[in-house]
T-cell receptor, first 111, second 114 residues
Framework: GAGVSQSPRYKVTKRGQDVALRCDPISGHVSLYWYRQALGQGPEFLTYFNYEAQQDKSGLPNDRFSAERPEGSISTLTIQRTEQRDSAMYRC?????????FGPGTRLTVL | AQSVSQHNHHVILSEAASLELGCNYSYGGTVNLFWYVQYPGQHLQLLLKYFSGDPLVKGIKGFEAEFIKSKFSFNLRKPSVQWSDTAEYFCAVNAGSGNTPLVFGKGTRLSVIA
């Protein structure tokens, strides 16, 4: 596609449920990044991939969070046993060189 | 570790006023610098970027930013703002080698009033 797409755009879930957030990067982009943005804050780095290899996951808050990009294209961010503090906008971005192109984000609300 | 400071949380300007949004970063090595904008209801868009060369970079919609290495700054400017510039502005930095995560500032909300 022309840009980065994310699905779902909105997700409301109950505490304790697992959620999977999907990112489809710009075709041909090598790098894919996941960020989380709380209200009134800047995007906070979670993890990133070059092709299918996870390069850095130092930003993942705890082991309930995981991400994969098995074929070097689409990526899934999974949050297990969600908690209310996980509520945020989750943003995906892809990159060919040094600039990031962001998708529309997934607004996650944990009740 | 890199960090980015944006000094102004919320700026309110009248149309046609000049704009300058401050951004300072901390990183000892070569950096790439970015300004992103988020219009209401839309996603983050790249406004302008600096990799090397002329420290005064021009972006879309009349915005420009100046990299001052000695001050670790990359302030965003626009001579005359319009109502449509109302948005949130984020400064970001990554290491000069590229393909490393961007570190973002907390953002500055700009409100332009008629």
């Amino acid at each position: 596609g022309a840009g980065v797409s994310q699905s779902p755009r909105y997700k409301v879930t109950k505490r304790g449920q697992d959620v999977a957030l999907r990112c489809d990067p710009i075709s041909g982009h090598v790098s894919l990044y996941w960020y989380r943005q709380a209200l009134g804050q800047g995007p906070e780095f979670l993890t990133y991939f070059n092709y299918e290899a996870q390069q850095d996951k130092s930003g993942l808050p705890n082991d309930r969070f995981s991400a994969e990009r098995p074929e070097g294209s689409i990526s899934t961010l999974t949050i297990q046993r969600t908690e209310q503090r996980d509520s945020a906008m989750y943003r995906c971005a892809s990159s060919l060189d040094r600039g990031l192109f962001f998708g529309p984000g997934t607004r996650l609300t944990v009740l | 570790a890199q960090s980015v400071s944006q000094h102004n949380h919320h700026v309110i300007l009248s149309e046609a006023a000049s704009l300058e949004l401050g951004c300072n970063y901390s990183y000892g090595g070569t950096v790439n610098l970015f300004w992103y904008v988020q219009y209401p209801g839309q996603h983050l868009q790249l406004l302008l970027k600096y990799f090397s060369g002329d420290p005064l970079v021009k972006g879309i919609k009349g915005f420009e930013a100046e990299f001052i290495k000695s001050k670790f700054s990359f302030n965003l400017r626009k001579p005359s703002v319009q109502w449509s510039d109302t948005a949130e502005y984020f400064c970001a930095v990554n290491a000069g080698s590229g393909n490393t995560p961007l570190v973002f500032g907390k953002g500055t909300r700009l409100s332009v009033i008629a």
